[in-house]
């Protein structure tokens, strides 16, 4: 088992907050869940399933500690070759017991196995997926700064609704707490076939609606990660 890092935090973006009229008495949705997402580089001359190994044991501890669902994907293609992992739980609130509550499985003295490590608290504000796919998009974009964050959302409707289109489900992220100011959206597909024909999907997309769009992007990538555990 690997030295994994705790994550702090010290403050958020407004949270997302769905709410029904007061003559509807409906009982209000859901909100959608919050995750922490972490990044762990699998450094030169390593065995990636020692690291592999260690970081089941870490997430099967996290969900023990409170955590919802924990789940570990892989570079497949993209940047950078590590280990991605996902830990969902509802609310800062949430959160905030599960780390003032019982200590990580995690021990200060243990070996670091992998490389850098970067963790990141998201908001989810979409879902379209309703399972853990084998593979995944995994898409990042940063907009201007001159933007506000309301016009960053809106541009990011307007460019990830392509995704939408083309993949048919995939979930919407916003950067909530961490290391980069950026929207994301994951999208699933359990075959390549199944990949080659979304892209097709979203590149007709892009041509028709897209390409001359002022979307004011400052950087994106794409990477395609393949699921470990779920």
Not at 32 to 38: G, R, Y
Not at 109 to 127: A, C, P, R, Y
């Amino acid at each position: 088992m690997t030295y994994l890092p705790k994550c702090v935090v010290a403050c958020l973006f407004a949270a997302l907050s769905l709410t029904v009229t007061a003559d509807n008495h409906a009982e209000a949705p859901k909100a959608l869940p919050m995750a922490l997402w972490s990044t762990y580089e699998i450094p030169a001359g390593a065995r990636p399933s020692e690291i592999e190994a260690s970081l089941k044991e870490y997430l099967l501890g996290e969900e023990k500690r409170g955590f919802n669902n924990c789940a570990m994907y892989k570079h497949e293609f993209g940047s950078p070759r590590a280990f991605y992992t996902t830990c969902t739980f509802d609310d800062i609130d949430h959160f905030a017991r599960i780390m003032d509550g019982s200590p990580s499985v995690a021990s200060p003295d243990e070996v670091q196995l992998f490389g850098s490590h970067m963790d990141h608290i998201v908001l989810m504000t979409k879902q379209g997926m309703t399972k853990m796919p084998k593979y995944v998009l995994y898409a990042t974009t940063a907009f201007a700064p001159h933007l506000n964050h309301v016009q960053m959302q809106a541009k990011a409707e307007e460019f990830y609704s392509a995704y939408d289109d083309g993949f048919g489900a995939c979930n919407r992220y916003e950067h909530a707490w961490g290391p980069e100011l950026a929207f994301y959206a994951t999208c699933g597909f359990e075959s390549y076939a199944e990949f080659a024909a979304g892209v097709n999907k979203v590149m007709k997309i892009f041509e028709s609606r897209l390409a001359t769009a002022d979307l004011n992007i400052l950087s994106h990538r794409d990477d395609i990660l393949v699921k470990v555990m779920d």
